[in-house]
C-alpha cells in the first residue's frame, strides 16, 4: 500500500471519528455489541451518568457503577478516546506503525506513543491465545535476524523461534503461531528447542498426537514455514530498526496478528480486542518493581481520572 493511499485511508478515518462522542459510540458497541451488560451481575438495564468526561453506566439491578473503558486496553488511560481509536486504526493497516511515528501522529510524548502500542499488542496477544491451531498442524524451528558465522555459537542478534501453523494437505499456512524461545537451553545454533512445551500451549489437545515436527534444515525442510522467520526479521528491521529479545514476543504477536487477521475488517476486529481485553501496566511491561514512589504517582493518576 502507498503512502498515499495510507495517509488518504488515515484522513478520512479521522473525519468519520472526529469527535470524542463518535468514539464513544464506537467503543460502546465494540463493548457490548449486545446492549449493556454489567460486569457484576450480567443485568442488561443501566442509568447513564453524563455528567464526566467519558460516561458512566449504574446497573439497574446491582447499583455498581461501571466506566465504559473499564475492562479495556484503555482502562486507566488519560489519553483521549479519538486518539486511541486512531492509534488502533493505525496499528490495524498492513504497514502498522511505530512509537516514534505514533507519537509524532497523535501529537503525545514518546512514552505515551510506545505504552499505547504494547497495550495494542497486548490486546492482539490475548486474542490470539483464544484460539488453538487444529487440522493439519506443522511446527518447525527457526532463527531471527539469522546471521552467517563460521562459529557454532547464536550470533547474539539471533534469537531461536519456534513456528506452528494450521493449514491444508498442500502445506498453504493457515492460522500461525510464532513463539521466542531462549538460547539458555540450546547446546549450539544447530540445536533445536524443545517443542512440547509450544505444542501444549498451542495446539488443540484433540490433535496435539499428530503434529508434524520438522527442522529448519534438511530434507524435510518446511520452507514455507521457515520463511516466515525471514518475512518476520525483514518486517522488524524495516518498522522498528531490529528488537532486543526483551520485548522481541510483543512484536512476533503482532506480526501473527496480522497474519492472522485479513486487512479488510481488521480495525474493526482489532477495536473489539481492544474492548474486550484487560489492559497491562507500564511496570509489568518493562519489569520494574512496584516502589512506593510509583504507587503514590498511580494514586494520583487515578485520583485525577476520577475527579474528570
Not at 446491582?62 to 478516546?81: A, P
Not at 493505525?90 to 510506545?114: D, F
Not at 499488542?121 to 532463527?143: E, F, K, N, P
Request: with cysteine; proline share 4%; net charge positive.
Amino acid at each position: 500500500m502507498s503512502l498515499r493511499h495510507d495517509t488518504e485511508a488515515f484522513d478520512a478515518f479521522c473525519k468519520r471519528y472526529e469527535s470524542e462522542e463518535d468514539c464513544i459510540v464506537a467503543l460502546y458497541n465494540a463493548k457490548w455489541p449486545n446492549g449493556f451488560r454489567c460486569p457484576n451481575c450480567q443485568c442488561h438495564h443501566a442509568y447513564l451518568i453524563s455528567t464526566r468526561r467519558l460516561p458512566l453506566y449504574e446497573c439497574y439491578s446491582c447499583k455498581k457503577q461501571t466506566s465504559l473503558i473499564k475492562g479495556t486496553i484503555m482502562e486507566g488511560s488519560r489519553t483521549s478516546l479519538r486518539l486511541w481509536l486512531r492509534a488502533i486504526h493505525l496499528h490495524a493497516r498492513s504497514n502498522s506503525i511505530n512509537a516514534l511515528q505514533l507519537s509524532n501522529l497523535l501529537e503525545v510524548t514518546y512514552k505515551t506513543a510506545w505504552l499505547i502500542c504494547h497495550k495494542i499488542r497486548y490486546a492482539m496477544r490475548q486474542a490470539d491465545s483464544m484460539i488453538l491451531l487444529a487440522g493439519i498442524v506443522r511446527v518447525t524451528d527457526a532463527i531471527c535476524y539469522k546471521r552467517l558465522t563460521s562459529t557454532f555459537e547464536l550470533h547474539k542478534q539471533e534469537q531461536p523461534l519456534l513456528i506452528g501453523a494450521s493449514g491444508s494437505e498442500d502445506g498453504n499456512i493457515g492460522y500461525l503461531k510464532i513463539e521466542h524461545q531462549s538460547k539458555m537451553s540450546l547446546r549450539d545454533k544447530y540445536d533445536c528447542p524443545n517443542p512440547k512445551p509450544f505444542i501444549l500451549k498451542h495446539v488443540d489437545p484433540r490433535f496435539s498426537e499428530n503434529v508434524i515436527i520438522t527442522r529448519r534444515f534438511g530434507k524435510t525442510m518446511n520452507k514455507a514455514l521457515v520463511w516466515e522467520s525471514h518475512y518476520l526479521s525483514s518486517w522488524m528491521g524495516r518498522m522498528f530498526r531490529g528488537i532486543g529479545p526483551k520485548h522481541l514476543q510483543a512484536y512476533i504477536n503482532q506480526y501473527c496478528y496480522h497474519s492472522n487477521h485479513p486487512s479488510v475488517g481488521r480495525f474493526g476486529i482489532l477495536l473489539i480486542d481492544s474492548a474486550i481485553a484487560h489492559t497491562i501496566t507500564y511496570p509489568a511491561l518493562t519489569g520494574r518493581p512496584i516502589t512506593h514512589r510509583s504507587l503514590n504517582r498511580s494514586r494520583v493518576a487515578w485520583r485525577s481520572q476520577k475527579a474528570i
